[in-house]
């Protein structure tokens, strides 16, 4: 079975700064893809960065990155340049491949507020 | 491009009344989902087709059926309501191929359910 951990229920960063959200996963599976999704307060999942296991390079999309440690089974999501809008709830799931579906799951959520 | 379309998006019902949740997915995906969400916590699978004609078990599936009516259409159906299942519930679509967790989800714009 998989797990997502993710020890930050709350967390403010000033505007303009950098955070990272924390993400720990747990599987015995070599293949395995990790995602984080951001949900604002008007409710809908949008999907922001996707990493493969077998990835060599972390993802990047735009002001996102992924901090990707395999060893360690970690994947920590690192916002660049907080904007008032990245304030929502930030969740971290993991998806292994086979042939029965590709379901997520999630972990708890954190909830980021940036300050103006 | 409508995406994933859920209805109704708010419901009110009664111990031991019954409902059927609607989802239409016009992207072609094969593989589709039902999640619920609960106040603080990330979203749990109830079930899943992983292509039209199958269904299969989530994480938490009991009082709930499902149908797959045909490759875009997914329900889920709730029986006898219970205060437990007091949620909000996202269905998600994905095209199942054989690239391990490459597949993102995408998701409705979630229906919220009470239950008293």
């Known amino acids: 079975a998989q797990k997502i951990t993710q020890t930050q229920p709350g967390m403010f960063v000033q505007e303009k700064e950098a955070v990272t959200l924390d993400c720990t996963y747990d599987?015995?599976?070599?293949?395995?893809?990790l995602f984080w999704y951001k949900q604002p307060s008007s409710g809908e999942m949008i999907f922001l960065i996707y990493?493969?296991?077998?990835?060599?390079q972390n993802a990047t999309e735009g002001r996102y990155s992924l901090n990707f440690q395999k060893a360690r089974k970690s994947a920590n999501l690192v916002i660049s340049a907080s904007q008032l809008g990245d304030s929502a709830m930030y969740f971290c799931?993991?998806?292994?491949?086979?042939?029965?579906?590709?379901?997520?799951?999630f972990g708890g959520g954190t909830r980021l507020m940036v300050k103006p | 491009n409508a995406g994933v379309t859920q209805t109704p998006k708010f419901q009110v019902l009664k111990t031991g009344q019954s409902m059927t949740l609607q989802c239409a997915q016009d992207?072609?995906?094969?593989?589709m989902y039902w999640y619920r969400q609960d106040p603080g916590m990330g979203l749990r699978l109830i079930y899943y087709?992983?292509?039209?004609?199958?269904?299969d078990k989530g994480e938490v599936p009991n009082g709930y059926n499902v149908s797959r009516l045909n490759k875009r259409e997914f329900s889920l159906r709730l029986e006898s309501a219970a205060p437990s299942q007091t949620s909000v519930y996202f269905c998600?679509?994905?095209?199942?191929?054989?690239?391990?967790?490459?597949?993102?989800?995408?998701f409705g714009a979630g229906s919220r359910l009470t239950v008293l």
């Open positions: 799931a993991m998806s292994v491949f086979n042939n029965a579906g590709n379901m997520l799951t």
């Open positions: 990493q493969g296991s077998y990835d060599q």
């Open positions: 998600a679509s994905n095209l199942l191929v054989r690239v391990s967790g490459a597949n993102v989800l995408t």
């Open positions: 599987t015995s599976d070599p293949s395995y893809g």
């Open positions: 992207m072609n995906h094969n593989s």
């Open positions: 087709s992983a292509s039209e004609g199958t269904t």
